[in-house]
């Protein structure tokens, strides 16, 4: 890709130029003039006024660029930032955008629209995909032809494209950064503001936006260290926690293949209403769990698995003893009450409290939710600060204890974004625990995160004695649950829950004890199966090769197409058949089942793919011949 097909210099304000910034010192907008020069393979463009110093870095890394700017007060006394987004200029003026909304159970809903003038997105809080997701990707429907965008939100974020005239012509900006509203930015000297990286490339699909360059981009640049296979106890049991029940789960964990086993919010507390208690993070020794959280932890850990808790660090309730002590170290608005992740005494007093409950009960995973906001900064830094805290807050654990695994979450997949991913180890994509709605969840997903960030969850249950069809009596039936409090169930062949609940860490939130021993079986071979193609999942990337309300197809590969594996899967269907063309080596050979075939006869006749069964997964697992 020509990084010079991305950026214009020619001087017109309001369409040309790498930044648009004004505040105290002005406006800084087209009719910058920049200095350009090349070191280790990144170009460097920096332009100064009145006191003000911008610094754009391009770098080429394999298929993507990698933007990083910085905006840095070079005067002697105090400047304040109004708005500060970096800007691209794209040929043509005539696109379509596509964007995604983002919202609970409903996370990484796309689609594209026209730019008739303009377009755009932003994040509604702190959390990075609350209202939105941090990307953004353009058709230029002169030639088919796409750019990608990709934020990685450090702060709460804005995307947005728009048509400019230039006298009786048309040119097309996207400009990404910081939110402007509210935005009201203080700087001494010599402190500066390192905007989100942006990642973008070209591209060819409108299907999955070429989504595989992204992911092999990340998984080189943030690999994840192991996708492992875990319980949570939540959609089994919610708050009511009987640690005798709770032993039996474990039981079965074990024999099943888990690796590790979490007990979600209610826990903590004092009697039976333990929301008034968030925020003190101190086991319930009159409900709940009723001291016995350590004999489970041991329990657990004797049964070869962590032991994990969960905790909601950024928010607590109004009645804790933790606000009444310290309300300094808290951001009130609305009735939420949030630490504040800007001060560094209230870091400190957060930090203590995980940590120490880390040491009291052995813990080998946790998991960090958020489940309330705020819409603006009431310090006007577009939780600038407040993100930085919250990183630093989590790399001090990580460096005291390294072996501890962190789940993100914040409502579902408010924050499956790709700054969070970095410092975590994976991120909960979504409270909707149904395999329909999460496969549409998922292709969303996956055209902005890699497969290996991305946590699934198998929330089933076992119900007796239904009337079926070609069968006599009464039979059995394993459920889904089809959204997040098991309001709505829902029914899928085993071979699309195999098949979903695999690609990143594999989790369950259901009662294992009670399901039958078949079941039981056929998940502990699903388990083995899978920690066998982990360490394929854990740097593969994927395409999304059919992407429509009844059936879609998606493959994962490694980056020289040595192994993949197909997935396709049914809904409402009414082919017998489809034709599926894989992405692959057409130069190499395969073999997939007990057929070997040449790669190019692959990509141009495809393969034949059964689709009579609905809301079923056909597999297919392709390997380069050597």
């Known amino acids: 890709m020509r990084i010079e097909n991305y950026i214009d210099l020619s001087g017109r304000n309001g369409c040309s130029g790498l930044f648009f910034a004004s505040g105290s010192f002005g406006l800084i907008d087209g009719e910058a003039k920049y200095t350009a020069s090349e070191k280790d393979g990144k170009i460097v463009y920096i332009t100064e006024k009145n006191g003000v110093r911008l610094t754009a870095t391009f770098e080429m890394v394999g298929a993507v660029c990698v ?25 043509g003026d005539d696109y379509n955008v596509y964007t995604q909304y983002s919202a609970w159970l409903h996370e990484s809903t796309g689609d594209w629209q026209r730019l008739v003038t ?45 048509k400019y005239p230039r006298m009786d012509k048309e040119v097309v900006v996207l400009e990404a950064g910081l939110l402007g509203r509210g935005l009201h930015f203080s700087l001494k000297s010599g402190e500066q503001i390192v905007l989100p990286e942006i990642i973008f490339y070209p591209a060819k699909n409108k299907t999955d936006l070429d989504a595989y360059k992204l992911h092999r981009y990340y998984n080189k640049t943030y690999p994840r260290k192991t996708l492992p296979v875990i319980y949570n106890s939540w959609m089994h049991c919610f708050d009511d926690l009987d640690i005798d029940d709770l032993k039996r789960q474990a039981d079965t964990a074990q024999a099943m293949g888990f690796e590790a086993y979490m007990i979600d919010a209610g826990w903590f507390g004092n009697g039976d209403n333990w929301s008034r208690c968030v925020g003190d993070w101190e086991e319930n020794l009159t409900s709940g769990p ?24 950024e928010r607590a309730s109004g009645a ?21 992740f800007s001060n560094p005494l209230a870091v400190d007093f957060i930090y203590e409290k995980v940590a120490s409950n880390i040491e009291k009960y052995s813990l080998g995973w946790v998991k960090f939710d958020f489940n309330d906001s705020i819409p603006i900064d009431p310090s006007g830094c577009a939780f600038y600060h407040y993100l930085a805290g919250q990183r630093r807050f989590i790399e001090r654990l990580q460096q005291r204890f390294p072996e501890v695994y962190i789940t993100n979450c914040a409502s579902g997949g408010y924050r499956m ?76 062949d085993a071979s699309f829950a195999e098949n979903f609940f695999i690609g990143g860490p594999m989790g369950f939130s259901c009662d294992l004890f009670g399901m039958p021993e078949e079941h039981k079986t056929a998940w502990k071979n699903a388990i083995a199966k899978y920690k066998e193609d982990r360490e394929f999942f854990r740097t593969a990337s994927a395409h999304i090769l059919v992407d429509t309300d009844s059936i879609c197809a998606i493959e994962y590969a490694d980056e020289t197409f040595s192994r993949i594996i197909l997935q396709v899967y049914t809904k409402t269907v009414h082919a017998e058949s489809i034709i599926i063309y ?30 009579n069964k609905e809301f079923a997964c056909s597999r297919l697992d392709f390997f380069r011949k050597a």
Not at 67 to 91: A, H, P, Y
Not at 123 to 133: D, I, L, N
Not at 292 to 308: H, I
């Open 67 to 91: 933007r990083r700017d910085v905006l840095e007060n070079i005067s002697e006394g105090e400047i304040v930032v109004g708005d500060l987004l970096s800007r691209f200029t794209l040929d």
């Open 118 to 162: 303009q377009i755009r997105t932003e994040a509604g809080s702190m959390r990075g995909c609350e209202g939105a997701t941090p990307m953004m990707a353009l058709e230029n429907r002169y030639t088919g032809r796409l750019s990608v965008f990709h934020l990685m939100p450090s702060a709460q974020w804005q995307m947005g494209a728009r």
């Open 290 to 313: 009723c001291g016995r959280l350590a004999e489970l932890s041991a329990y657990v850990r004797e049964r070869g698995m962590v032991f994990g808790l969960w905790f909601e660090p």
């Open 320 to 340: 804790s003893r933790s606000v009444r002590e310290h309300p300094d170290f808290y951001i009130q608005s609305e009735g939420a009450w949030l630490l504040d």
């Open 417 to 492: 974004d790709l700054h969070q991913a970095k410092f975590t180890n994976s991120l909960w994509i979504s409270d909707n625990h149904s395999p329909l709605f999460g496969l549409d969840i998922l292709r969303g997903t996956l055209k902005r995160m890699p497969t290996s960030c991305i946590e699934r969850w198998n929330v089933q249950k076992y119900a007796e004695s239904f009337p079926c069809s070609g069968y006599k009596g009464q039979v059995g039936v394993l459920f889904n649950c089809n959204n997040g409090t098991w309001d709505s169930i829902t029914n899928v």
């Open 582 to 611: 894989p992405v692959l080596d057409e130069n190499a050979s395969y073999t997939y089942g007990d057929t070997a075939v040449q790669g190019r006869t692959l990509a141009e006749d495809g393969v034949l793919v059964n689709t």
